[in-house]
């Protein structure tokens, strides 16, 4: 058993990785913000300790690592993933002060591990597979700080030999993902017979089902890891047009409906490349992606179908405001 601190487990991949660090059995503590949404975690309070405080207050941050001294820490917090966080002083006080602050403050408590949680958008726009030591191109706020972060937590495991890591994940999905993103709203509105507005067809990404990256976190807590600050790629290695996306849902769901695509508008971080490049994660730690995106899709539609108070607050969140 480790004593565990988690941030960002009230978003949809920490929340993930608390219950499953809890069901491993360990003793896990929970860094919250205040006036945090709690809806992912109401379940859990009494089995993971929660503590408030702010990853820009570095004083108080470091006070509550130290009462806590944990052995592994998760770093998962983050801001500008979504459309509506578009606050670049939130962005950059989050995700770069915040983890350099974290990150401090754990050197100095002492910990065996601390794994960073990198973006795939580090890379920017490519048209291949791109490995952990290329050149990185961020195209967006959101991801020129978590590129920044990426490479403080780099520069500090080779500067001051603390085993740090950051996993650069590409395109989660699974159980309390955010309501609004594409696998929820295909399995909410699918159920119903029904399919949402769509962009391209083309439009691809690399799906990692969240139960794979939970075993990534857990691989890079262990290690050990060949060199300091090491990054990995966290992604299956096989894009999925938005097509193909599509086409699973209206197959496991039985939707009639025809897609009508180029029915939304299309964002400024789509495209038709977007892969990953797993083989260090691969060959270092021996992780791979065990779900293809069709079984990850079903396992999706088995959560909601199992669980009715949570698609009836799905279903809330897509239904038309008067």
Same mark, same amino acid.
């Given at each position: 058993m480790k004593r565990v601190l988690v941030t960002g487990a009230t978003g949809f991949v920490g929340a993930n990785l608390t219950r499953r660090l809890l069901v491993d059995? $360990?003793?896990v503590h929970l860094l919250v913000r205040q006036?945090?949404?709690p809806w992912r975690i109401d379940d859990l309070r009494g089995e993971a300790?929660? $503590?408030e !405080?702010?990853?820009a207050d570095a004083q108080a941050l470091a006070a509550t690592v130290a009462r806590i001294r944990p052995d592994w820490v998760f770093h998962l917090a983050a801001h500008g993933a979504y459309p509506s966080q578009t606050d670049l002083d939130v962005i950059v006080q989050t995700n770069l002060l915040g983890t350099i602050n974290l990150v401090r !403050?754990?050197?100095a408590s002492g910990c065996e591990a601390f794994v960073?949680?990198?973006s795939s958008s580090e890379y920017g726009f490519q048209d291949h597979a791109p490995a952990e030591t290329e050149r990185l191109e961020p195209n967006s706020h959101y991801a020129v700080t978590k590129a920044a972060a990426t490479l403080f937590c780099r520069y500090t495991a080779a500067t001051a030999d603390v085993p740090l890591c950051t996993l650069r994940l590409?395109?989660?999905y699974g159980p309390y993902e955010e309501p609004t993103r594409l696998i929820p709203t295909l399995v909410v509105r699918g159920l119903r017979g029904e399919l949402p507005p769509l962009v391209n067809p083309r439009t691809a990404r690399d799906y990692v089902h969240v139960d794979d990256v939970c075993d990534a976190y857990l691989l890079a807590a262990v290690g050990p890891h060949p060199e300091s600050g090491a990054i990995y790629n966290v992604g299956t290695g096989v894009q999925t047009p938005l097509a193909n996306v599509v086409a699973t849902a209206r197959r496991v769901l039985g939707i009639e409906t025809e897609p009508a695509w180029n029915s939304m508008p299309p964002r400024r971080w789509d495209t038709a490349v977007w892969v990953s490049d797993p083989r260090?994660?691969?060959?270092?730690?021996g992780w791979r992606a065990r779900w293809t995106f069709e079984q990850g899709f079903e396992r999706v539609v088995d959560w909601f179908r199992d669980n009715p108070p949570l698609l009836r607050f799905y279903e809330a969140r897509h239904r038309p405001r008067a």
């Amino acid at each position: 058993m480790k004593r565990v601190l988690v941030t960002g487990a009230t978003g949809f991949v920490g929340a993930n990785l608390t219950r499953r660090l809890l069901v491993d059995g $360990h003793e896990v503590h929970l860094l919250v913000r205040q006036g945090h949404d709690p809806w992912r975690i109401d379940d859990l309070r009494g089995e993971a300790r929660a $503590h408030e !405080a702010s990853l820009a207050d570095a004083q108080a941050l470091a006070a509550t690592v130290a009462r806590i001294r944990p052995d592994w820490v998760f770093h998962l917090a983050a801001h500008g993933a979504y459309p509506s966080q578009t606050d670049l002083d939130v962005i950059v006080q989050t995700n770069l002060l915040g983890t350099i602050n974290l990150v401090r !403050a754990c050197v100095a408590s002492g910990c065996e591990a601390f794994v960073n949680t990198g973006s795939s958008s580090e890379y920017g726009f490519q048209d291949h597979a791109p490995a952990e030591t290329e050149r990185l191109e961020p195209n967006s706020h959101y991801a020129v700080t978590k590129a920044a972060a990426t490479l403080f937590c780099r520069y500090t495991a080779a500067t001051a030999d603390v085993p740090l890591c950051t996993l650069r994940l590409y395109s989660v999905y699974g159980p309390y993902e955010e309501p609004t993103r594409l696998i929820p709203t295909l399995v909410v509105r699918g159920l119903r017979g029904e399919l949402p507005p769509l962009v391209n067809p083309r439009t691809a990404r690399d799906y990692v089902h969240v139960d794979d990256v939970c075993d990534a976190y857990l691989l890079a807590a262990v290690g050990p890891h060949p060199e300091s600050g090491a990054i990995y790629n966290v992604g299956t290695g096989v894009q999925t047009p938005l097509a193909n996306v599509v086409a699973t849902a209206r197959r496991v769901l039985g939707i009639e409906t025809e897609p009508a695509w180029n029915s939304m508008p299309p964002r400024r971080w789509d495209t038709a490349v977007w892969v990953s490049d797993p083989r260090r994660i691969q060959n270092v730690l021996g992780w791979r992606a065990r779900w293809t995106f069709e079984q990850g899709f079903e396992r999706v539609v088995d959560w909601f179908r199992d669980n009715p108070p949570l698609l009836r607050f799905y279903e809330a969140r897509h239904r038309p405001r008067a």
